[in-house]
């Protein structure tokens, strides 16, 4: 039997939804059946398997729908096997060094038995919404900082787990 994995996020810009979608394809190459949603559009969590939750950080915390996803879900989500991931440093440091989830990831991770947390750096380009997207892109700060290599390496070792019936 396949199992069925939702990879659920928070995003405002689409550049966690990428992150997310990427995640999504690594996982299906590897066999497993999967939908890649925005965490405000889903209603259950039951028909799956295993869920990796993500969402952009900004101003040191996740998205909000990310946020509100993990409490609205939270006990079906500590029954299965959970990961998450949150994306955002506006430089080369998710890649140079483990980058610890902020305050609420944390206090979710342990209240929910996630297997692991990681971060990813983000991406913050001309068009993006926000005051305060606007006023990081004006003083040059933008850019592109995702490492899609990272990204599927560790979705590889999640479909993994999620394959040995973890």
């Not at 996020?9 to 690594?26: H, L």
């Not at 959970?82 to 305050?103: C, K, M, Q, T, Y």
Request: aromatic share 8%.
């Amino acid at each position: 039997m396949t199992r069925k994995v939702l990879v659920a996020y928070g995003t405002t810009n689409g550049s966690t939804a990428r992150i997310a979608e990427t995640v999504a394809d690594v996982l299906r190459r590897d066999g497993l059946t999967v939908d890649a949603l925005p965490a405000r559009s889903v209603a259950s969590v039951s028909a799956y398997d295993a869920v990796v939750v993500g969402g952009g950080l900004y101003a040191g915390r996740w998205h909000k729908d990310a946020r509100r996803f993990v409490r609205r879900h939270g006990q079906a989500l500590a029954e299965r096997p959970l990961w998450l991931f949150s994306s955002g440093p506006l430089d080369a440091s998710a890649g140079e060094r483990d980058i610890p989830p902020v305050p609420g990831v944390k206090k979710a991770m342990t209240r929910l038995d996630a297997r692991e947390h990681i971060t990813f750096g983000g991406c913050l380009q001309e068009g993006a919404k926000g005051w305060v997207a606007g006023m990081i892109l004006r003083s040059g700060k933008g850019g592109d900082f995702r490492d899609f290599t990272a990204i599927e390496k560790w979705a590889g070792r999640v479909a993994a787990e999620v394959q040995g019936g973890g």
